[in-house]
């Protein structure tokens, strides 16, 4: 294996003190985004997916239809120690994303990067919206970057000290990390087999001689083996959901320089040439060739998402080391350090710092109320006028919406939830009884919405037909009485012989999903609940 440069650290640098490293800025930065995220996150509602995360907490396993188990593990705890508000539940979101400042910062570091490359890859983290998004709502993207960005540290390090004992240990911890964000979502295997196939076409394939790497893949494999079994047991539900929504045509498929642009704006359009030069500088550069297998194991990403006709931001937790990497370059550049010159050869140009550090927070601060409710759903409604591009539709039916799918769908919920109680007390007092007459929601967002705030109304755990609803199955229910949401009489009448309009949810303008009827249903054609509910399976 190649040996780890020596010109990306000194001894003199590994023995800096916490406060000259300038480490001792990035965790204030750090503090301050995660306390900027406690205050705003509460200003709209509940989101779709949170509730489907929040139902499944409830439930604990080692899997579910459209995720593996981390998630729901981790906000179980969450909300036993901190509640049910959206601060609390958002609480892990808004960590996850102020330590990925931290990580990006470190990344820089082990790259050999002085001050100010970790604050300028610090920044680059805290104005970039799809990171700023992570921090705002609860969801599998939250945590992806983290372990991402553990598994490429890791990896830095692994080559950074080849030829010492312990180095090849590190890739034990790879496997760690990777088996652990398998957990939490699948697409970190596409990362791992980029840096796989980096690995390969670079001098670094030597690792593969060392058993290490391959108890980091065993490691790995052992930690996520519950999560396969259960798919197993289940025969594949993701596979078959996935299949399920190519086969309908739901996302919005994206050519190339579309793809591209977008990728650019995850991450703020003003730090594109920095993750760029931090790309360019992995793949070409002599400074950070050791790491080359990083630059590949984007290249693989990219086009692995783009061929799969992945979304635009299932390429966002693979940044943070392109701009840990492209702020170090840039700071050695400013300074007039050449490769192996650690020493300043002209004067600092710290007005130019200052001018990148400026215009970065800039425009961070222009496009900031795009993934985070700073403003009212009207004034933001107004201020999308006022940019020069249109906000990604990533999937067709978010194009209906007055706001993007991300805001609109913290909207809405509650009304849905208040004509399903209309519903619940028009009902007998024998039909309230347990397991006498259920709700039947058409998808997990209404479906968790009931479970979640239903309960101030006394409804009843949800079922539905959708996603790992399906999986839990109709809770007992006789199908003699059913509350039911969002369908059509006709249908319904085909199956009961008596439906009764109960009413529509109340008009929310900004809501995705608004005005749902609710239908009271008894006296059921088809026999038992049971027969009926493999019919009833939606996994898309």
């Known amino acids: 294996m190649a040996s780890a440069p020596t010109t990306l650290s000194t001894p003199s640098r590994d023995h800096e003190s916490f406060l000259a490293s300038g480490m001792a800025i990035i965790w204030s930065i750090a503090l301050a985004k995660l306390l900027f995220h406690i205050y705003f996150n509460n200003r709209y509602g509940y989101f779709r997916d949170e509730f489907d995360y929040l139902s499944c907490g409830d439930h604990l396993a080692w899997g579910y239809v459209d995720q593996p188990p981390l998630i729901p593990f981790l906000i179980h705890i969450c909300r036993a120690v901190l509640g049910d508000s959206l601060r609390s539940i958002r609480f892990l979101p808004a960590l996850a994303s102020s330590l990925l400042v931290v990580q990006t910062a470190v990344l820089a570091r082990e790259f050999g990067g002085r001050r100010f490359a970790l604050l300028l890859s610090a920044i680059t983290v805290v104005v970039a919206p799809q990171y700023l998004s992570n921090g705002s709502l609860l969801g599998t993207n939250c945590l992806e970057p983290n372990l991402w960005m553990g598994c490429a540290y890791f990896a830095i390090l692994a080559i950074k000290r080849a030829g010492t004992e312990n180095a090849p240990r590190y890739w034990l911890w790879f496997g760690v990390v990777a088996g652990l964000g398998l957990q939490e979502k699948y697409s970190i ?136 990497a492209g702020a170090v370059v840039i700071d050695s550049a400013i300074d007039g350090r050449k490769d192996g010159q650690p020493e300043t050869i002209r004067p600092r140009r710290m007005w130019l710092k200052a001018a990148i550090a400026i215009v970065l927070l800039a425009s961070g601060a222009h496009l900031l109320p795009i993934t985070v409710p700073v403003l009212s759903p009207d004034n933001f409604l107004a201020y999308t006028r006022t940019l020069p591009f249109k906000l990604p539709v990533m999937e067709h039916s978010h194009a209906r919406a007055a706001l993007p799918q991300w805001y609109a769908d913290q909207f809405g919920w509650e009304e849905i939830v208040a004509e399903t109680a209309v519903a619940w007390n028009r009902l007998t007092p024998d039909e309230r009884k347990d397991e006498a007459c259920g709700i039947f929601a058409q998808d997990y967002g209404q479906a968790g919405a009931i479970d979640f705030l239903g309960r101030r109304y006394g409804l009843p755990r949800s079922i539905s037909g959708h996603q790992t609803w399906f999986v839990w199955g109709p ?66």
């Open 189 to 324: 295997a596409v990362f791992g087999f980029g840096i796989v196939v980096g690995l390969l076409l670079t001098p670094q394939r030597r690792v593969f001689l060392n058993p290490w790497i391959w108890l980091g893949g065993l490691a790995a494999f052992l930690i996520f083996l519950p999560n396969l079994l259960w798919n197993i047991h289940y025969h594949w539900p993701f596979v078959e959901l996935m299949h399920n929504i190519r086969a309908e045509g739901r996302d919005v498929v994206l050519p190339l320089p579309q793809y591209f642009l977008q990728q650019t704006l995850l991450v703020d359009p003003i730090a594109a040439p920095i993750w760029l030069t931090g790309l360019f500088a992995l793949l070409f550069s002599s400074r950070l060739k050791p790491y080359r297998a990083l630059g590949w194991c984007y290249l693989v990403c990219f086009t692995v998402f783009f061929v799969l006709h992945g979304k635009n931001y299932y390429l966002a937790p693979v940044y943070p080391m392109l701009l840990a």
């Open 475 to 540: 809770r007992g229910y006789s199908g003699n009485c059913l509350i039911v949401l969002d369908d059509r009489r006709e249908r319904l009448e085909q199956l009961w012989t008596s439906v009764e309009y109960v009413g529509q949810s109340a008009d929310n303008p900004y809501a995705l999903e608004k005005q749902i009827d609710v239908y009271i249903c008894r006296g059921p054609k088809f026999g038992t609940f049971a027969e009926l509910w493999p019919q009833i399976k939606r996994w898309r």
